[in-house]
């Protein structure tokens, strides 16, 4: 299909983009700025652009107040063991939504989303007591228990909508075929939907890497993730600004890094099916 | 072995049913066909012996065997699907070899059972492909290689030359036709296409509204159909149908005559049926003449190439007297 688009239009849409783009970016880019400032610099009346003073001293400090490698292993140990555990559970939830529905699976849609709505601080007596009575606060494996409970409604809705693509004729072929139902996920459902298990993996690990909430409620020192990490950088007294930034840029890169490399599969995953 | 018995077999969909009472019997080795117009439950009676979907009542014998609550992956039957339903992420090998897989045939086995249905199906050189590099046909015969490998008790078929132009259609006709010859293995073929169910049938099954309206062979539908329903489906063109008093003087409510059943003549006939030539169809080996005839309406007439009529040309139409379907006010063969 052609269209007709005049240069100018072409400009204006260009120009908005990277507007668009530039200001979403610019706290990030502020961050990366005064993570190599001085903590005077940070803080100066009249804030500078570029650091004048370049240093790497944040990051010493940060590295030597606080452990970095420790909260990033648990980072990583909770975002994809979450992740993962959550693919292992709502895969089969959404084979049965997508390829046997009964009356009630809108609604069980409908109301695993609801859980989402509500704020999070309304279970956080609860679960604590809960955490507490079981010996899960400050776990690793407590953390990403909970992290896959609140990340299961997003990790089933994702794959039930890739799963409702894929022609149930298939999988029924499957079934004529002698594939009992172990092995008509696994060899048939699921290498077909690929891309979708992609991107619900993607989005999933991003989501449970930036979850701030829980990690710092539920843990103290051993099983403190990298948002705890960076929120222990901010204190109500002295200079931090400097520090806290260099200990964010620490807790976003790897994150950052995975996002930048996988946003082909990533847009791939999230507009599939939109375009056939 | 691959006889397939149906008793008193019951589907709903929720609120509405689809087949009210259906009880069958296919003998080992058949080739039988489900036919009936759209929607009237052919292939909800072939998922239901699939398996693919579950009876609300009554029972399915595969061999003597009770299989009604058995899953699809026990039954030991395969299906051919109308949208092929190939594994898109699997070459043709693997598809062949699919269900031998999931049999858990030793290596040397799949490989020799998939070169065999290969060559037989004349895919050797596409075993590396995938399924979208293929065209129609081909996968239409990685298809059938998939259903034929694992050797089933039975073949389902579910319209599957639809997909397919017409002359591909009549070659896997053919295809299909001689596979059954050759392994001389049950088969069910649903097809609403009643060309199909004539020249490949041992036995058809019509179907209307989920009831069985016949089952026999080709030509005993065609010869005896047991009410107006399978005589007007079965032939091709349709029958015609005269009621009233035409009727009448047969002793019958309403009664039949195949277009290929007429005498034609352009000059009066004693008794014969008055019309003019509407629309003439030249087939070149045959012309379907559609002829209003005064007082019955529209019919269809069969006569051979040669003869050629044009709009409004003035025919005598005279059914012949042994070939005339008497029908009650039910519409059930007299
Ligand atoms: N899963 C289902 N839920 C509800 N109704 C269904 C379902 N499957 C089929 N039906 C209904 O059952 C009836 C018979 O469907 P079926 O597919 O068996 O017809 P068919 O004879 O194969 O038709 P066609 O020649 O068009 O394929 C139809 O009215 C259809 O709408
Ligand atoms: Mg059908």
């Known amino acids: 299909m052609a269209r007709n688009v005049s240069t100018g239009t072409k400009i204006g849409f260009t120009f908005a983009a990277w507007a668009i783009a530039l200001l979403l970016f610019s706290p990030i880019l502020w961050v990366l700025l005064t993570a190599f400032k001085t903590e005077a610099e940070a803080i100066a009346n009249s804030p500078t652009f570029l650091p004048q003073n370049f240093t790497l001293e944040n990051f010493s400090a940060v590295q030597d107040r606080s452990d970095y490698v420790k909260h990033a292993t648990n980072s990583i140990l909770v975002s994809v063991g979450s992740t993962l555990l959550g693919l292992a559970i709502g895969i089969p939830a959404a084979w049965a939504m997508a390829f046997a529905p009964t009356k009630r699976t809108k609604d069980v849609l409908m109301w695993m989303l609801s859980t989402k709505m509500m704020p999070a601080v309304g279970v956080l007596i609860p679960i604590y007591l809960i955490f507490r009575d079981l010996r899960l606060l400050d776990t690793v494996h407590g953390l990403t228990l909970i992290m896959t409970v609140i990340n299961l409604p997003i990790i089933i809705w994702m794959l039930y909508t890739y799963f409702k693509e894929i022609p149930v004729d298939i999988l029924e072929a499957a079934r004529m075929d002698g594939a009992e139902l172990y092995n008509e996920i696994v060899h048939v459902l699921v290498p077909m939907a690929v891309p979708g298990i992609a991107s619900t993996l993607l989005l999933n690990v991003i989501l449970a890497w930036n979850e701030a909430f829980w990690s710092i409620t539920l843990t103290s020192g051993r099983a403190g993730t990298l948002t705890a990490f960076i929120s222990s950088f901010s204190s109500p007294q002295g200079l931090f600004l400097a520090k806290l930034s260099a200990a964010s840029l620490l807790a976003i890169a790897p994150i950052l890094l995975m996002g930048w490399f996988s946003q082909k599969q990533l847009v791939r995953g999230l507009t599939f099916g939109a375009v056939k | ?334």
Request: aromatic share 8%; with cysteine; hydrophobic share 40%.
């Open chain 2, 1 to 334: 072995m691959g006889s397939i018995s149906l008793q008193h077999v019951k589907k709903s969909f929720g609120e509405v049913q689809i087949i009210p009472d259906i009880s069958l019997d296919i003998k080992d080795g058949e080739f039988v066909v489900f036919v009936g117009p759209s929607g009237c439950g052919k292939s909800t009676l072939l998922r239901l012996i699939a398996g693919l979907e579950d009876t609300t009542s009554g029972t399915i014998l595969l061999d003597g065997q009770d299989m009604t609550k058995a899953p699809p992956a026990r039954r030991g039957l395969a299906m051919v699907f109308q949208s092929y339903a190939l594994y898109p992420h699997m070459t043709v090998r693997d598809n062949i070899a699919f269900p031998l897989k999931m049999a858990k045939a030793p290596k040397e086995v799949i490989d020799q059972k998939v070169e065999y249905a290969a060559r037989t199906l004349n895919l050797s050189s596409y075993l590396d492909r995938r399924p979208r590099a293929l065209s129609g046909g081909q996968r239409q015969r990685v298809a059938i290689g998939r259903a034929i490998v694992r050797e089933p008790k039975a073949f389902l078929f579910d319209e599957p030359l639809s997909n397919l132009d017409a002359a591909l259609r009549v070659n896997m006709r053919l295809e299909i036709t001689e596979l059954h010859q050759q392994l001389k293995t049950t088969m069910i073929y649903v097809t609403h296409d009643q060309v199909e169910a004539m020249t490949m049938a041992d036995r058809i099954v019509v179907l209307n509204a989920g009831n069985v309206e016949q089952f026999g062979s080709p030509l005993d539908l065609y010869k005896k159909p047991a009410n107006r329903f399978v005589a007007g489906f079965i032939g091709s063109p349709r029958m015609n149908f005269v009621d009233g008093p035409e009727a009448a003087k047969h002793n019958a409510h309403s009664i039949g005559v195949r277009p290929e059943h007429f005498k034609l003549s352009r000059d009066p006939l004693a008794n014969a049926w008055k019309g003019k030539v509407g629309v003439a169809e030249q087939l070149g080996s045959d012309t379907f003449l559609h002829v209003h005839v005064e007082g019955l309406g529209l019919m269809t007439i069969r006569t051979d190439g040669d003869q050629t009529f044009s709009h409004g040309d003035d025919v005598y139409l005279m059914p012949d007297p042994t070939r005339i379907y008497r029908f009650d006010a039910a519409g059930i063969a007299l």
